[in-house]
């Protein structure tokens, strides 16, 4: 499995964009880019997947360049509610080895 | 669906008591996992189940800890005599072979005083 690295931590205010970049140099051919979102006091959740150029989705967009070595999460205008752990993980297409491997995540804080 | 169900939700215990975690995976998931979470290691893979079988279970820390999941809607995860180092959230996951999504339960949060 890919080694991901990703900031352990970021601050913004309500209302702003917040972009999380993660690199991930050994990505293989059929990986995908997965990112999950983890609460306070709750387990993470799935928010957005994508292989190659731009994901959109209601709660993010996730942008990957040609060579696909990082991509970055972006969340806009930002709330209070998005406070969590974001977690980027490199997963085989439907991942036959089973097991997802988190790492240490991006804790984001937003302040009002 | 009613997601991942885990019980306890919460659970204080003595040093060198037996700990048991249960875990009820979505219908029709085919895979288990059980995670642990704490502030110094993350979150960290113990175990995983595909259909009732255990796969990996490289993560568990020591022989104190076991699981076993006798049918494909129970599972348990079983710390024998618990440790105060154990003390962690333990989360439970299930997933659909040929879909990528990990689904979470709400975790037990243990505490070994």
């Known amino acids: 499995l890919a080694k991901t690295t990703q900031p352990i931590s970021m601050d913004s205010y309500e209302g702003q964009e917040v972009n999380i970049t993660c690199s991930h140099n050994n990505i293989a051919t059929n990986d995908y880019i997965t990112w999950y979102q983890q609460f306070p006091s709750q387990g993470p959740r799935f928010i957005i997947q994508g292989y190659k150029t731009k994901v959109t989705n209601e709660v993010a967009s996730l942008f990957i360049p040609a060579d696909r070595k990082s991509s970055t999460l972006s969340l806009p205008r930002v709330s209070l509610s998005d406070t969590a752990v974001y977690y980027c993980?490199?997963?085989?297409?439907?991942?036959?080895?089973?097991?997802?491997?988190f790492g240490q995540g991006t804790e984001l804080s937003v302040k009002p | 669906d009613a997601g991942v169900i885990q019980s306890p939700r919460h659970e204080v215990t003595e040093m060198g008591q037996e700990v048991t975690l249960r875990c009820k995976p979505i219908s029709g998931h085919d895979y288990l996992f059980w995670y642990r979470q704490t502030m110094m290691r993350g979150l960290e893979l113990l175990i995983y189940f595909n259909n009732n079988v255990p796969i990996d279970d490289s993560g568990m820390p020591e022989d104190r800890f076991s699981a076993k999941m006798p049918n494909a809607s129970f599972s348990t995860l079983k710390i024998q005599p618990s440790e105060p180092r154990d003390s962690a959230v333990y989360f439970c996951?299930?997933?659909?072979?040929?879909?990528?999504?990990?689904?979470f339960g709400e975790g037990s949060w243990l505490t070994v005083v």
């Open positions: 993980l490199v997963v085989p297409i439907y991942n036959q080895g089973g097991k997802l491997i």
């Open positions: 996951a299930s997933r659909k072979t040929g879909e990528d999504t990990i689904y």
